[in-house]
């Protein structure tokens, strides 16, 4: 039993160093990341409104670099949420509360997408602890995930329930589904199979 607790307490150790040494990598890649996307800012502003070919092919150029911008500092932010994992500040929370919550702030979006949201929630479900932040981070991720499975629409199901022990929430679509590779490995940090994922919204 101490030989276990001295690995765990070193491998904790070493995993807060690389938490802190990646936390500082990505933090030192933002900075000049939102100096270039300041001056591509700038630039956009220079060839506006584009009334040459040419200042219209830059404009053009210059959006798919901001977009890339954007799809990095997305991928930043997985990626420092990612190494704060223990850092959890959990709390006495509502889950329904927070699901309901949730829900509201997407249904524009499900709306948009041709998505129904369809809530079943456990009328007697106790507190749980959680952190609140992290846990709406996650809701978001599976409905995204959820929304890019199902592009022609269709139904997203909010299930909470209660065992008399723990609390269960569930999340149904009438997406397309995974195949087995994809299920095997999407817990695993940094897989995806989206071209633009990062592969840290499920771990």
Same mark, same amino acid.
């Given at each position: ?37 300041? &001056? ?30 954007? &799809? ?23 889950? &329904? ?107």
């Amino acid at each position: 039993m101490a030989h276990d607790e001295k690995k765990q307490e070193r491998l904790q150790t070493q995993y807060n160093e690389i938490a802190t040494l990646a936390g500082g990598l990505a933090h030192e890649i933002r900075n000049p990341l939102s100096t270039i996307s300041l &001056n591509l800012e700038l630039l956009s502003e220079d060839v506006a409104p584009g009334e040459t070919p040419r200042e219209r092919r830059a404009q053009k150029r210059i959006v798919t670099l901001q977009q890339e911008c954007k &799809n990095l500092d997305r991928i930043l932010s997985d990626f420092l949420q990612f190494v704060r994992l223990n850092d959890l500040t959990p709390d006495v929370a509502d889950l &329904n509360a927070l699901v309901t919550e949730f829900i509201e702030s997407f249904q524009p979006v499900a709306k948009e997408a041709g998505i129904d949201i369809s809530p079943h929630l456990h009328a007697d479900l106790p507190a749980v602890r959680l952190d609140r932040s992290l846990m709406r981070q996650a809701l978001m991720n599976l409905a995204l995930n959820a929304q890019q499975a199902m592009p022609h629409g269709g139904l997203l199901e909010f299930q909470t329930s209660f065992d008399g022990n723990q609390v269960f929430l569930e999340m149904i679509d009438t997406g397309i589904g995974m195949d087995e590779r994809t299920i095997s490995k999407m817990f695993q940090a940094f897989f995806s199979s989206k071209s633009q994922g990062s592969g840290l919204g499920l771990p």
